[in-house]
């Protein structure tokens, strides 16, 4: 049983191995950085304008929430599994030698490894973007309370999600609908 389980994980590696020389990735990557630099850029400005720190764990629920960040983020899901099912030189090989259950097995652990990563990637990036004005607090903050309550702003800051959630609550809510919706997208 543990033969077949490493045969399964080493299936879905070798399809994690094909990203280095994948441009797709690479646009990826470049598209998830520019979303969430694009939305941060907004948030950072507002945060030093009234010299307050920004909630890492806040930024993340507040981007999803925006219909124009999510469809987004939907389209780096469809480009990042667009080869499905995931043929490239080396799958004839791999499915000869493994068979085809072990594979297919492989391929949807594939799919679940690649989604972690994804959403581990977003979380990441938005405190990679929010560098200059992050701080780390279990309360919303000044910043996002501000911009929920204020309208007329370019940012869509919903003050419903504050009332419901406190923000690792939203958080983790956020990151688990941003990992479901990459599983059972494909």
């Known amino acids: 049983m543990i033969k077949v389980i490493r045969c399964c994980l080493l299936t879905a590696l070798q399809e994690i191995k094909t990203w280095t020389e994948n441009w797709r990735m690479a646009m990826l990557l470049l598209l998830m950085f520019v979303t969430v630099a694009e939305f941060c850029n907004n948030i950072n400005d507002f945060s030093s304008r009234i010299n307050e720190a920004t909630n890492a764990f806040a930024v993340l629920p507040h981007l999803y929430n925006n ?3 999510r469809l987004v983020i939907q389209f780096g899901i469809i480009l990042m599994f667009s ?9 004839l090989f791999c499915l000869i030698r493994t068979g ?5 097995v492989g391929q949807l652990i ?4 690649a989604s972690f990563i994804y959403t581990t990637l977003f979380f990441l990036l938005t405190i990679v973007c ?15 309370s501000t911009l929920a309550q204020t309208e007329g702003l370019p940012l ?13 609550d939203a958080l983790l809510n956020t990151c688990l609908l941003l990992l479901m919706l990459s599983i059972f997208m494909f």
């Open 110 to 113: 594939y799919i679940v490894i």
């Open 130 to 144: 929010t560098v200059p004005t992050l701080g780390f607090s279990l309360s919303w903050g000044k910043t996002f």
């Open 83 to 91: 080869n499905a099912p995931f043929r490239n030189s080396n799958s």
């Open 100 to 104: 085809y259950k072990k594979w297919c």
């Open 67 to 69: 219909q124009y960040f």
């Open 156 to 168: 869509n800051i919903q003050y419903k999600i504050h009332l419901l959630y406190k923000p690792v």
